[in-house]
T-cell receptor, first 117, second 118 residues
Framework: AQSVTQLGSHVSVSEGALVLLRCNYS??????LFWYVQYPNQGLQLLLK??????LVKGINGFEAEFKKSETSFHLTKPSAHMSDAAEYFC???????????????FGTGTRLLVSP | DAGVTQSPTHLIKTRGQQVTLRCSPK?????VSWYQQALGQGPQFIFQ???????QRGNFPDRFSGHQFPNYSSELNVNALLLGDSALYLC?????????????????FGEGSRLTVL
């Protein structure tokens, strides 16, 4: 079965500092990988996704992630944090690759990003 | 263009009761998926509906059932509520399409229905 591990339930950075949120996955099939963001009292919003092709994926709001098969990782980064980036971030893997596609996802437990002035 | 809408936003039930949650998908979408998000956890896949049929199901008991209507809206029903059913229930819609290497169609999530079971 597919699984996702997010290291660090909380990450604190200063405004303008690098953001690095870690995600490692386990998948028996070629994975589809996703990062979602959840603001308080809101649903999840897709930041970026990896399916095939280029391993460096760019998303919205200046975020990007790199798929590293050898390390089974899909870490999320942003060069310079903004106060508005404070939220919960979830890494997810498609539970079944191409057979189940984008809809049946296995999520990690989330990382709360705190941004201080 | 309205996104995914869910109702009710909050509700409180007691153990043993039954609950129905509703979801209207984003315009143009034909597939609805339901997720349960317990406090401090990531969402867990419950099931997916397409063409009014349950297509995929996660590891949830039969107490959890659903329905999709001809207008693509959906309901999630939970019977015999347990304390452990307290959670945020998220509906996500998508357009089911074959992308050559798999079923694509980005998930768009609603804001959820927060269920508290006392």
């Amino acid at each position: 079965a597919q699984s996702v591990t997010q290291l660090g339930s909380h990450v604190s950075v200063s405004e303008g500092a690098l953001v690095l949120l870690r995600c490692n996955y386990s998948s028996s099939v070629p994975p589809y990988l996703f990062w979602y963001v959840q603001y308080p009292n809101q649903g999840l919003q897709l930041l970026l996704k990896y399916t095939t092709g280029a391993t460096l994926v760019k998303g919205i709001n200046g975020f990007e992630a790199e798929f590293k098969k050898s390390e089974t990782s899909f870490h999320l980064t942003k060069p310079s944090a903004h106060m508005s980036d404070a939220a919960e971030y979830f890494c997810a893997v498609s539970d079944g690759g191409m057979n189940t596609g984008f809809q049946k996802l296995v999520f990690g437990t989330g990382t709360r990003l705190l941004v201080s002035p | 263009d309205a996104g995914v809408t869910q109702s009710p936003t909050h509700l409180i039930k007691t153990r043993g009761q039954q609950v129905t949650l509703r979801c209207s998908p984003k315009s143009g979408h034909d597939t609805v998926s339901w997720y349960q998000q317990a406090l401090g956890q990531g969402p867990q896949f419950i099931f997916q509906y397409y063409e009014e049929e349950e297509r995929q199901r996660g590891n949830f008991p039969d107490r959890f059932s659903g329905h999709q209507f001809p207008n693509y809206s959906s309901e999630l029903n939970v019977n015999a509520l347990l304390l452990g059913d307290s959670a945020l229930y998220l509906c996500a819609s998508s357009l089911r399409q074959w992308g050559g290497q798999g079923w694509t169609g980005e998930l768009f999530f609603g804001e959820g229905s927060r269920l508290t079971v006392l």
